[in-house]
């Protein structure tokens, strides 16, 4: 049988630094999997430049020129971690048997990679690279991390515990995935919804080989906040039910001044009162926040951009090119 064809899949945004480090230990990992015969020689190396505003581009095309085996693609401006993968995935889905998305920064274990095939031809469409243990990261970091998973998951997002974009995806899965028209993109809770046999593969993270991190913790929140208000509606049933509770309550407690005040016990409860009014203001304020942050989804899914623009291509991606741009309405 034929080997796969792989698609490595990586997005860059300002990697100056640490691309001529870790391009290298792409490219060795992929000519070892071509020499053991786990994938086709035609396998590739797909760098997604994200509007880089350093040399990034140049250090991409640098590379495709050297080995034919590095390929890359350029976002007409910067899109964001999570349309830079959608973008790499979409372009290498007609070219290849199966991608991989992985960062650029060498701090997932390219090793994995080798489990990660063997479990697509075991039959597997779908393999979650899994993070083992969280030991190179601060106590902060790990506490935000995995409080986050599980309240993503309480949340009814369905997410891959510890499972960020490092993961196998066959073409199969990929063109299913691609009916998957929505705008806000949060790629780790909107794949496992693609079904398919799947299974995860575990690795130790690194740290950052050079360069910064892109993900300070106002972003992190965000990406957090994202995850949860376009996966699920559950945080919109939450506020219907205390709605609820709450105007239960508030009859309850409507009768019961009734009765105090035919009783002749009423008092002038000034503080009672401001404590109402202040506790349902700033209930009112926060759930219209959030039904808010809905509507300003459906408003950018109703706007239907496109999720990502491509503006250049390395010489072959070109010559292979087999769709134009990269909108919806493919
Ligand atoms: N990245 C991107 N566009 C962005 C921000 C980040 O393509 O706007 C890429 C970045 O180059 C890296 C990956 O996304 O390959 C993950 O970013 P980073 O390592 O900074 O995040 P962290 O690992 O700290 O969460
Ligand atoms: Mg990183």
Known sequence: ??????????????????????????????????????????????????????????????????????????????????????????????????????????????????????????????????????????????FTAEGYYKFLNRMGAEVVYNHADYRLMSARALHEFAKFKEVNLFLRGMVPLVGFKSTSVYYDRHERLAGESHYPLKKMLMLAFDGITSLSVKPIRMITATGLIISVLSFIGIIWALITAMTGQAVAGWASTACIVCFIGGMQALFLGIIGEYIGKIYLETKARPRYIISERTKEMLETDRHEGGNNDE
Not at 24 to 44: C, E, V, Y
Request: aromatic share 8%.
């Open 1 to 142: 049988m034929k080997p796969p064809i792989l698609y490595i899949v990586i997005p860059c945004y300002n990697e100056e630094k640490v691309l001529p480090i870790t391009s290298s230990m792409f490219l060795n990992k992929l000519t070892d999997l071509i020499a053991q015969n786990k994938i086709h020689q035609d396998s590739r190396i797909l760098f997604v430049n994200d509007g880089s505003k350093d040399d990034t581009w140049n250090i991409i095309t640098d590379l495709s020129r050297q080995d034919c085996h590095f390929q890359g693609i350029a976002q007409s401006r910067n899109r964001g971690h999570q349309n830079a993968v959608l973008a790499g995935l979409m372009e290498a889905m007609d070219r290849c048997d199966i991608t991989i998305s992985i960062d650029c920064d060498g701090q997932d274990d390219l090793n994995a990679m080798d489990q990660m095939v063997d479990a697509y031809l075991d039959g597997c469409e779908i393999v979650y690279g899994v993070r083992a243990s969280r030991d190179t990261d601060t106590f902060f970091k790990r």
